[in-house]
């Protein structure tokens, strides 16, 4: 969450990693781990992409370290999947660390905590701790997955606790939280909890509740309301305002998919996007505006890396999937299909291995995942639990 701090934990990580040893063995585990394969794919993809791009030296510099992340799950995976206290730690330090989001974003109602980006108090309005509340959303939507899956494992003041966590968890994104991407992931969360319950007919409540729950949202908090309402006014008026939230993101599809066309198959090199999206633009002077990402995952390899790359991060998220499927445990299944569901639909919206909080969760949370769920494998670690 804190981004220097990150980076150099993440650069920590990269540089020790070769002291770990034991690499005959972690290599007999991971060799045919589908993630593993998956996410170098892609990111040898991003690294074929500079060989043909006339995007600056900077801007290919730029992707290969943005996307490094990406590479680096196959520097965890081997490493996390030997070591189940490691794997227990580090998601429990991740539930801590949100408890204390949760709790900082409560109290930012009444006072103004000198550790949080949003500095004004009341109801009504936006208070997230750190980043932007698109990023926490994205963090707060998969804890509130967890608190569930956690609360139907944990017994006595551990359970309680779990759920007495969640309903606060929701609140907090759809009543203290200006965005409406959080609003779309939390609901898939929940979608995500519902279809993978042991019991179909609990599911089937759980699924048939879900507009009601949305529609007790949208009464209670005027700030849903009005983004909502927002929302549909801005997509009206995307062909004649393309600066606001929705219309920015529709310009965006409308341009980035112009300059697809115009190189399919490869895209136009790796980093291409940050200067040569200035030529689609019905404004040349609006280049500043657009040319950072296209607020779209898909789009975005689409553009730099074409058919080939688009098709490497749905190879990626497919990898995800069979790893759910092969698992044996259910805990794990539901964390790590809740997780692939976060990230595809994110990238509908928004460009989540490119912008640097949510790249980090969802890599890190993607290495811890992926090798929790396929040591559950073993009938030994199947039972295995949070």
């Known amino acids: ?101 949760l709790g900082s974003t409560w109290a930012n109602v009444w006072w103004v905590l000198p550790w949080s980006e949003t500095q004004h108090t009341g109801w009504g309005v936006s208070h997230h701790v750190f980043g932007d509340y698109i990023t926490q959303n994205v963090m707060m939507s998969f804890f509130v997955l967890l608190l569930l899956i956690a609360g139907q494992q944990t017994y006595g003041w551990r359970r309680w606790l779990c759920w007495s966590l969640v309903l606060p968890s929701i609140v907090s994104i759809t009543h203290l939280s200006q965005g409406r991407t959080g609003l779309v992931l939390v609901a898939t969360a929940l979608l995500v909890f519902a279809v993978s319950m042991p019991r179909r007919k609990v599911a089937f409540i759980a699924v048939a509740l879900a507009p009601l729950t949305l529609g007790l949202a949208l009464a209670t908090s005027s700030l849903m309301r ?98 759910v499927w092969r698992s044996e445990s259910t805990t794990w299944k539901s964390l790590l299909l809740g997780l692939t569901a976060l990230l595809a639909v994110n990238s509908l919206f928004n460009s989540p291995l490119w912008s640097a909080r949510e790249s980090h969760f969802f890599t890190l949370m993607t290495a811890l995942l992926s090798a929790q769920a396929w040591v559950s494998r073993r009938a030994n670690a199947a039972h295995e639990t949070i």
């Open 226 to 323: 009005d983004r909502v309402v927002q929302a549909i006014g801005e997509a009206r008026q995307a062909d004649t305002d393309p600066y606001s939230s929705i219309g920015h993101r529709l310009y965006n599809q409308r341009t980035t998919l112009a300059m697809i066309a115009d190189a399919p198959l490869i895209g136009h090199g790796t980093g291409a996007y940050h200067t040569r999206i200035c030529e689609y633009l019905d404004r040349a002077e609006d280049c500043h505006i657009f040319h950072w990402h296209p607020h779209n995952q898909y789009l975005f390899f689409g553009v730099n890396h074409g058919l080939v790359g688009v098709i490497a991060y749905l190879g990626l998220l497919a990898a995800l999937c069979v790893t």
């Open 1 to 101: 969450m804190a981004l220097g701090l990150a980076n150099l934990a993440l650069l920590l990580s990269l540089l020790m990693a070769p002291l770990a040893g034991r690499w005959r063995e972690r290599w007999s585990n991971l060799r045919q781990h589908p993630v593993f394969w998956a996410a170098l794919t892609l990111y040898g993809v991003i690294v074929l992409g500079i060989t043909y791009t006339d995007a600056p030296t900077s801007d290919w510099l730029l992707s290969l370290n943005k996307y490094l992340k990406v590479g680096a799950i196959g520097v965890w995976l081997p490493i996390l999947m030997t070591e189940p206290r490691v794997r227990k730690l580090a998601l429990w330090g991740f539930a801590l660390a949100m408890t204390f989001v």
